[in-house]
């Protein structure tokens, strides 16, 4: 049992090394981290990098951060909105069924890299560029065949005799949708609609792409530290730590439905 | 008025023919029970009267309306199916009210209804609950209370006994009987299980490959099934089936077995061969030599109220015969087996009933 603990703390603080580094660097004196980058244990804590970044001048953590949530937040709702209906439709009545989930995942499997030109040229016809809608909307479209997969595979799950029930005593498509399905659905809901913001929350490719002042994200600003005359280590891992607090937080409280909702069908019963 | 008419009604799913030529013409009132094996088309023919699936051809009447095309809610029913399909998120309560608010009753209609149907099927102490918390049996009475709340002209039953234990299926079928009798409701029934179509209909309808074998009373199928199928189908055990060249001989006839023996038949109407059918209840055990044959038991069971015989006959042919408990042989035994003339059936080369003892 001992044996077992010590393996568990040793990988934990092997898989957690870049975290744990960044935070101790928070809290070190920026001296301390030119000095002597790896002198973990024992150092003066100080909280001069936090405070530097809310008094930075060029530096608006707080609009990053809003423009940040707005894209968690925005580019999940967008994507539950359509991914829902989508995936309840090629389940339940097989629309697209032999192509859409083919594509959708041919289309998640290319690398983003890809789409980052024609993007751009789109949301510069479309007047997206630099705003927080534009790049919720990208958020929905990179976690959009996410959710779609995930759904699919809980309404295969959910016996369709259910929906016949509700039709045979009197409800449309519509009312199954709102008042059984969405209930039923819970916990693959929260399970996606977390790991969709983790996704739009961590997005760096199309936050750099698409914004230039004011809808830049946190991913995006917290490399702004990372200048030709150096990096100031210390306020950049204050930045990056304060960055990672949502996501963080929504990934302790939810682990649990995300990896229900994941095994879902896994074994029949 | 017929309460439903099914008119050549026709099922395929691209070249698959599940169901060919459907006619059928139910009276008010009528318990009807659609039996056959896996795979007839039971479940596909009562989908299609319920609306979740689409006729290839022909035409659905229910109370005089036509309602071929129509979707499943407008057309006056009510189905309860194999796996109760209940909300799992709802209580029982609003489980059962769950038609009525589609239609956009009161409240407080909703919730007099609700509390009448529970309270008619001793459910009142559940309606708090959730289906989890719910026993099979109490699942099945809170799927049929939600059909009951419709007030459908019909009444559509997919195997509803099929998921529950052999005690709870007989307590259910008694309770379904009873309700039908109270509401006086057209209903009809599916089932694989004989015995629950035996007990419960008023008219039976087989199928067998998608066609209708044979409708009819229960004991008109039992004593005059239409073919062998239906004769197989119908009954526990399966009836005796014996084949054989047949030729007639003066008045009578003669079935000649593999083995060479003849038995003398009465002078039916076949050419070639003949299947004599004799159910367990009409072979009876009798001495020695005294019998139509002689025969080795191979196998008793002990029933409680009657005993099963399993008899090794002429040509190793087996044979179940019915015995009373207290009568019957031993394993090992060689006895007699005899059977009354008016216990037997004659199906003709075509293996459709050509003649009973009647």
Known sequence: MLQRGIVFVLVALVLNFPVLTTLINSFRKRIDIQNSPLGFFAFDPTLEHYRKVFEHSTFHFQDYLINSLILGAGGTLLALLVGFPAAYAIVRFGHGRHTMLTVLSCVRALPLIVFAVPIYLLFQIAGLLDTRF???????????????????????????????????F???????????????????????????????????????????????????????????????????????????????????????????????????? | MSELTLQNIGKSFGEHVILKDINLHSQRGEFIVFVGPSGCGKSTLLRLICGLETVTHGQIHIAGKDVTHMAPAQRQLAM???????????????????????????????????????????????????????SGGQRQ?????????????????????????????????????????????????????????????????????????????????????????????????????????WQPNGAHGQLILKDGSQWHTPLINTSGTATLGIRSEGLRICNLGQGLFDARVILVERLGSHAHVYLDGPGHHRWVARSEVHEAPSLGDVVGATVHPKDMLWFDDQQNLCSTGQ
């Open chain 2, 141 to 245: 009475r809170v799927a049929i209370g939600r059909a009951m709340a419709v007030e459908p002209s019909l009444f559509l039953f997919d195997e509803p006994l099929s998921n529950l234990d052999a005690g709870l299926r007989h307590t259910m079928r008694f309770e379904i009987a009873k309700l039908h009798r109270e509401l006086g409701k057209t209903t009809v029934y599916v089932t694989h299980d004989q015995i629950e179509a035996m007990g419960l209909a008023d008219r039976i309808v087989v199928l067998n490959q998608g066609r209708i074998e044979q409708m009819g009373s229960p004991m008109a199928l039992y004593q005059s099934p239409a073919n062998v199928f239906v004769a197989s189908f119908l009954g526990s055990p399966n009836i005796n089936l014996l084949q054989g060249g």
């Open chain 2, 80 to 134: 309860v199916f194999q796996s109760y399909a209940l909300f799992p998120h709802l209580s029982v309560r609003d489980n059962m009210g769950y038609g009525l608010r589609c239609a956009h009753f009161d409240e407080h209609v909703i919730g007099h209804k609700v509390d009448q149907i529970a309270s008619m099927l001793q459910m009142t102490h559940l309606l708090h609950r959730k289906p989890k918390d719910l």
């Open chain 1, 170 to 269: 009197g409800a449309g498509t519509l009312r199954i949708v709102v008042h059984i399905m969405i209930p039923l659905s819970q916990s693959a809901l929260i399970a996606v609609g977390i790991l969709s913001f983790i996704n739009a929350w961590n997005e760096y490719l199309f936050g750099v792409f698409l914004t230039s002042k004011s809808a830049i994200p946190i991913s995006v600003g917290a490399t702004f530290f990372a200048t030709n005359l150096g990096v100031d280590w210390g306020v950049a891992s204050a930045v990056l730590m304060m960055s990672v607090l949502p996501p963080m937080c929504l990934g302790l409280v939810s682990y649990r439905y995300i990896g229900r909702s994941l095994t879902t069908g896994a074994v029949k019963g």
């Open chain 1, 134 to 168: 534009g790049l919720a909307l990208m958020a929905c479209l990179i976690n959009l065949p996410l959710v779609v997969f995930v759904l699919a595979a809980h309404f295969q799950e959910l016996p369709s005799e259910i929906d016949e029930a509700a039709r045979v």
